[in-house]
T-cell receptor, first 114, second 116 residues
Framework: DTEVTQTPKHLVMGMTNKKSLKCEQH?????MYWYKQKAKKPPELMFV???????INESVPSRFSPECPNSSLLNLHLHALQPEDSALYLC?????????????FGQGTRLTVV | AQSVTQLDSQVPVFEEAPVELRCNYS??????LFWYVQYPNQGLQLLLK??????LVKGINGFEAEFNKSQTSFHLRKPSVHISDTAEYFC??????????????FGKGTKLSVKP
């Protein structure tokens, strides 16, 4: 199983809503990532978790709150978002942040903030 | 600091023609390079990677890339493209964080459009 599964595939939310994005992998990977991708742009790193601990936060606004409940799951909690936060949110995992190994990406969640 | 430059934002090509997508990198340390493909409304899929060893790397879907240290390049090639190869292609380099291997830094992407 080399899949990273993201739910939901599409999400529309208002600026006052609270929602969560979910990501799951069963490859035994200990590094998990959240990326944000705007249209016609490359993915931009938001957060990195290593062994369920937040390792990197790329100065992301606090309206985005990551959570790693266990080694297979990664959540991104959303609150009070702005329309400019509309984007494709990609989850990825890799074997270990200390190893040179490729990242496996999920299909993404297309988020629209209205 | 490491960075990646993809020289072409768009590459139109006819079906069954060869194609080369260009990627140059800058790094003061050892580099680890990747090519990913993104089909419309999809996530990213790894095409191939260079970590060490042979400079000619073969990947999926008939793609290959050559690591050229003297020219700091990692160009992606395919001898004969298909309509289904139409997608966005990203070159990426692995970034170091304080001595440990970190995350990927992506180029801006090249949109490959294959026409019949």
């Amino acid at each position: 199983d080399t899949e990273v599964t993201q739910t939901p595939k599409h999400l529309v939310m208002g600026m006052t809503n609270k929602k969560s994005l979910k990501c799951e992998q069963h490859m035994g990977h200990r590094a998990m990532y959240w990326y944000k991708q705007k249209a016609k742009k490359p993915p931009e790193l938001m957060f990195v978790y290593s062994y369920e601990k937040l390792s990197i936060n790329e100065s992301v606004p606090s309206r985005f709150s990551p959570e790693c409940p266990n080694s297979s799951l990664l959540n991104l909690h959303l609150h009070a978002l702005q329309p400019e936060d509309s984007a494709l949110y990609l989850c990825a995992s890799s074997q270990d942040i200390r190893l040179v190994a490729e990242a496996f990406f999920g299909q993404g969640t297309r988020l629209t903030v209205v | 600091a490491q960075s990646v430059t993809q020289l072409d934002s768009q590459v139109p090509v006819f079906e069954e023609a060869p194609v080369e997508l260009r990627c140059n990198y800058s790094s003061s340390v050892s580099v680890y390079l990747f090519w990913y493909v993104q089909y419309p409304n999809q996530g990213l899929q790894l095409l191939l990677k260079y970590l060490s060893g042979s400079t000619l790397v073969k990947g999926i879907n008939g793609f290959e890339a050559e690591f050229n240290k003297s020219q700091t390049s990692f160009h992606l090639r395919k001898p004969s493209v298909h309509i289904s190869d139409t997608a966005e292609y990203f070159c990426a380099v692995k970034r170091d964080y304080g001595g440990s291997q970190g995350n990927l830094i992506f180029g801006k992407g090249t949109k490959l459009s294959v026409k019949p």
